[in-house]
């Protein structure tokens, strides 16, 4: 597999001498689990044998765990027994705490509560990442006073981070850290404790998202404050600025590169497009550099980000000046998005364009960075069901998008952020979630079990036919989503964790 190794954010390709060779699919393979043959026949589901691992070696030793939740072990308790396989079973067990155990750092400010949650193997804190490492954790909020608290410290800690610079994607521990140390020399505005200030309009929506489900989760509104109100309006100016209505806007971001993924055009403002409504996004959640730089599946992420924070305005915070704003900035880029951000596919019919210019100019692909288009129902920005959007998943999930890769260890989307022939296991986990297919997520299920190169964790992406060459060993997001599988599976369809 080819290694973008120019990349700070890609680890080398770990070797496991472990990896056991590829087996053939098997009758009995097809019939596991009761389900027809004819309808797992799509899937390679056994064409690759798991990598062996030591199932005793996997979480950090209690007094080494960086939180401890009662709510979150009785779950993962209860939820293991569901499970029939049990290296499945483990891997639940080890990767659904894994950003408690390892990444979360709660403390207070000013008596109040404040978590710094980095990634995993990079120290520092991505307003996406961190918000989608806890967000599985909201459901268990009210069970458990200390975890709320630490959630609520989540929400705090990226309140100041948006009123540091709403434009950059993440943050130091302190204002006194220096950056990253691929961001020391960016020709871009950097403030004290930016981590890196690369403009993605995901950063701020995760936020909202966050934000909203601790409300929803636990009722209280204390975080709403004074503090909390600035912050929203940041959030609405910045999008407002980045519609570009008015002129460029005060972003820009340039890089001494040589991957072209890593910088913007024009003098740090990106590829032109036409100023419609949507809101300019420099940079995907991959963190690599938009082409067109309306990018789809972000904007549609912002009118669901908008609903919710005019929601949290009205509701909670007791702003209706910001409800107003999100209201009529809602509106036009609703308007926007239906007019610019779809496109005939000659093969799939009418689907969302991964990202437009605004002057006819389309990019067709998918990313497995989320947001994607296969993950528009999980965000909530649709329905699993609705007619675009399986045009569009049919269309991501197949070999037109450029992006998906076939192997004889698992089917799935990768990224350019990582290169040909590298399956994200955040992809398989995406199209579960949004499944509307038993033996689809059955399938996803066993491509996740076996695809770990032996370590039982999640990776950010691993060879599409040998598992064993993968990216970042320690990812924090990939393990919590993996747990919130497991625990929807659990919920809504248990039978499906007797079958993988």
Same mark, same amino acid.
């Given at each position: 597999?080819?290694?973008?190794?120019?990349?700070?954010?890609?680890?080398?390709?770990?070797n496991?001498?472990?990896s056991?060779?590829?087996?053939?699919?098997?009758?009995?393979?097809?019939?596991?689990?009761?389900?027809?043959?004819?309808?797992?026949?799509?899937?390679?589901?056994?064409?690759?044998?798991?990598?062996?691992?030591?199932?005793?070696?996997?979480?950090?030793?209690?007094?080494?765990?960086?939180?401890?939740?009662?709510?979150?072990?009785?779950?993962?308790?209860?939820v293991?027994?569901?499970?029939?396989?049990?290296v499945?079973?483990?891997?639940?067990?080890?990767?659904?705490?894994?950003?408690?155990?390892?990444?979360?750092?709660?403390?207070?400010?000013?008596?109040?509560?404040?978590?710094?949650?980095?990634?995993?193997?990079?120290?520092?804190?991505?307003?996406r990442?961190?918000?989608?490492q806890?967000?599985?954790?909201?459901?268990?909020?009210?069970?458990?006073?200390?975890?709320?608290?630490?959630?609520?410290?989540?929400?705090r800690?990226?309140?100041?981070?948006?009123?540091?610079?709403?434009?950059a994607?993440?943050?130091?521990?302190?204002?006194?850290?220096p950056?990253?140390s691929?961001?020391?020399?960016?020709?871009?505005?950097?403030?004290?404790?930016?981590?890196?200030?690369?403009?993605?309009?995901?950063?701020?929506?995760?936020?909202?998202r966050?934000?909203?489900?601790?409300?929803?989760?636990?009722?209280?509104?204390?975080?709403?404050?004074?503090?909390?109100?600035?912050?929203?309006?940041?959030?609405?100016?910045t999008?407002?600025?980045?519609?570009?209505?008015?002129?460029?806007?005060?972003?820009?971001?340039?890089?001494?590169?040589?991957?072209?993924?890593?910088?913007?055009?024009?003098?740090?403002?990106?590829?032109?497009?036409?100023?419609?409504g949507m809101?300019?996004?420099?940079?995907?959640?991959?963190?690599?550099?938009c082409?067109?730089?309306?990018?789809?599946?972000?904007?549609?992420?912002?009118v669901?980000?908008?609903?919710?924070?005019?929601?949290?305005?009205?509701?909670?915070?007791?702003?209706?000046?910001?409800?107003?704003?999100?209201?009529?900035?809602?509106?036009t880029?609703?308007?926007?998005?239906?007019?610019?951000?779809?496109?005939?596919?000659?093969?799939?019919? $009418?689907?969302?364009?991964?990202?437009?210019? +605004?002057? #006819?100019?389309?990019l067709?692909?998918? *990313? @497995?960075?989320v %947001? =994607?288009?296969?993950?528009?129902?999980?965000?909530?920005?649709?329905?699993?069901n609705?007619?675009?959007?399986?045009?569009?998943?049919?269309?991501v999930?197949?070999?037109?998008?450029?992006?998906y890769?076939?192997g004889?260890?698992?089917?799935?989307?990768g990224?350019?952020?990582?290169?040909?022939?590298?399956?994200?296991?955040?992809?398989l986990?995406i199209?579960a979630?949004?499944?509307?297919?038993?033996?689809?997520?059955?399938a996803?299920? $066993?491509?996740?079990?076996?695809?770990?190169? +032996?370590? #039982?964790?999640?990776h950010?992406?691993? *060879? @599409?036919?040998? %598992? =064993?060459?993968?990216?970042?060993?320690w990812?924090?997001?990939?393990?919590?989503?993996?747990?919130?599988?497991?625990?929807?599976l659990?919920?809504?369809?248990?039978?499906?964790?007797?079958?993988?």
């Open positions: 597999m080819v290694k973008r190794t120019t990349h700070p954010r890609i680890t080398e390709m770990k496991d001498s472990s056991l060779a590829p087996t053939p699919i098997t009758r009995r393979d097809l019939l596991r689990g009761g389900m027809a043959a004819s309808a797992l026949a799509a899937f390679p589901l056994a064409q690759y044998k798991a990598a062996t691992w030591k199932m005793d070696q996997g979480r950090p030793p209690v007094g080494e765990r960086k939180f401890q939740s009662p709510a979150i072990e009785a779950a993962i308790q209860r293991k027994a569901l499970i029939a396989d049990p499945l079973g483990r891997m639940f067990e080890r990767c659904f705490p894994n950003t408690l155990d390892t990444t979360v750092f709660p403390g207070s400010v000013n008596g109040k509560p404040d978590t710094f949650v980095i990634t995993g193997d990079i120290d520092a804190m991505w307003l990442d961190s918000s989608a806890v967000h599985p954790y909201l459901p268990f909020a009210r069970q458990d006073a200390g975890l709320a608290r630490l959630l609520e410290g989540v929400v800690r990226q309140t100041r981070m948006i009123l540091i610079d709403p434009y994607n993440a943050f130091m521990r302190s204002t006194t850290d950056p990253l691929w961001s020391l020399h960016d020709r871009t505005t950097m403030k004290p404790g930016v981590a890196e200030r690369k403009w993605e309009i995901d950063s701020l929506c995760y936020t909202v966050l934000a909203h489900g601790y409300w929803q989760a636990t009722g209280d509104t204390s975080p709403f404050d004074a503090e909390w109100r600035q912050a929203a309006q940041s959030i609405l100016t999008f407002k600025q980045q519609q570009r209505l008015q002129g460029q806007g005060p972003y820009s971001f340039g890089r001494l590169t040589t991957n072209p993924y890593d910088t913007l055009a024009l003098n740090g403002y990106g590829n032109v497009a036409r100023p419609v809101i300019y996004s420099m940079f995907r959640p991959s963190d690599d550099s082409v067109y730089p309306l990018f789809v599946p972000a904007n549609l992420f912002a669901r980000a908008l609903e919710q924070l005019q929601e949290l305005a009205a509701k909670a915070a007791g702003a209706p000046g910001i409800a107003e704003q999100c209201e009529s900035l809602l509106e880029v609703r308007a926007a998005l239906r007019q610019y951000g779809t496109v005939q596919h000659p093969e799939h019919g $009418r689907i969302w364009a991964y990202e437009v210019d +605004g002057y #006819g100019n389309t067709c692909m998918d *990313d @497995a960075n %947001p =994607s288009l296969l993950s528009l129902p999980y965000l909530g920005c649709c329905d699993s609705d007619p675009l959007y399986q045009n569009t998943r049919r269309f999930l197949s070999t037109a998008n450029p992006w890769f076939e004889s260890a698992a089917q799935g989307i990224s350019p952020h990582t290169g040909r022939n590298a399956i994200w296991p955040m992809s986990l199209r979630l949004t499944s509307t297919h038993d033996e689809e997520i059955v996803c299920l $066993r491509w996740l079990r076996n695809t770990t190169g +032996g370590t #039982g964790y999640m950010e992406s691993f *060879d @599409a036919s040998d %598992p =064993s060459q993968y990216t970042r060993p990812f924090a997001w990939a393990n919590t989503l993996f747990g919130e599988l497991v625990l929807k659990a919920h809504e369809k248990p039978s499906l964790l007797q079958q993988a």
